[in-house]
């Protein structure tokens, strides 16, 4: 369903310093960075012809029929085509992870066309900091694309509002939520060195790294939110602990290919890090 999880190599002290800088010049150039989208929401059908709800309570609805997670993986494969809407209910649960988990193996072999993901909850402490607008987070052609992009000089593409960059250079972070993390990786774009992994890391617990980048936490003072992006990070010291950690272990992971590239392409981007003596942070979407 198009999850990664985006390394940058940071120096957390200019990190730091940048916010709450009110610089002007940063300011400009986050701007410059931040990709804006025009086109209305309105004129976007973000409805799904199926839809998979995973309720608070943990349980799979399928077109609001009660599945086990095997039947949701033989109901997706057998879609031919159309849209899938992803409705998640807050609190997460181990069974949205697992869902999520399931979804990025299946939905690219079914027939669907695109994703569609909204998150749900009745709960004033969630709804608080949470994005309940519907988002488009697959999609057939921008997949397709993916795969055939043979271009190393990859950008992310970020659409957060200008008001919001200016939050986090002015430091004015008392009402901060998920779109203040979305600006955070765009400012360590700008400042740091996004790490390339081939677009071949998701969620990080399938590797079974137990590497510390699996805990969220945030190290500048953003209020905790319960959306994307889930962010975590490493000290350079960290950094260099992991790396010789990481050195001593097999990568090999005869089960899965995919999780022994993601694995290797993990360890680079550390062992790159390590070597530029930064610290790294990780965006989780």
């Known amino acids: 369903m198009g999850y990664s999880t985006r390394l940058y190599a940071v120096e957390f002290d200019t990190l730091n310093d940048a916010i709450g800088s009110c610089d002007q010049l940063l300011l400009k150039r986050l701007q410059e960075v931040n990709k804006q989208v025009d086109e209305p929401l309105a004129e976007v059908d973000l409805h ?41 209910e807050a609190p997460w649960t181990k069974t949205h992870e697992a869902v999520t988990l399931a979804n990025n193996e299946t939905i690219p072999k079914s027939g669907l066309e695109r994703v569609i993901t909204r998150f749900e909850s009745d709960d004033p402490q969630f709804t608080q900091n949470l994005d309940q607008t519907p988002q488009i987070t697959w999609s057939r052609n921008e997949a397709d694309d993916d795969e055939t992009d043979d271009d190393t000089s990859y950008q992310p593409a970020f659409d957060i509002s200008e008001e919001i960059l200016s939050d986090l250079v002015s430091g004015n972070l008392n009402q901060s939520g998920a779109e203040h993390g979305y600006a955070l990786e765009i400012m360590c774009y700008t400042l740091g060195k996004l790490l390339p992994d081939d677009d071949l890391i998701g969620d990080l617990e399938p590797l079974e790294l137990d590497t510390p980048l699996q805990q969220p ?46 694995r290797e392409a993990f360890f680079e981007c550390i062992k790159t890090a390590a070597g530029q003596k930064l610290g790294v942070m990780a965006f989780y979407h």
């Open 217 to 262: 936490r945030i190290p500048v003072p953003l209020k905790e939110y319960n959306d994307f992006p889930v962010i975590s990070f490493l000290t350079a010291e960290e950094v260099a602990a992991e790396f010789q950690r990481l050195s001593r272990l097999n990568l090999e992971f005869p089960s899965d290919e995919d999780i022994e590239e993601a």
């Open 48 to 88: 799904g012809d199926v839809t998979l709800r995973i309720t608070k309570e943990g349980q799979i609805l399928f077109n609001d029929q009660p599945m086990s997670l095997d039947e949701l993986s033989q109901a997706i494969l057998a879609l031919e085509s159309g849209s899938l809407e992803v409705v998640m």
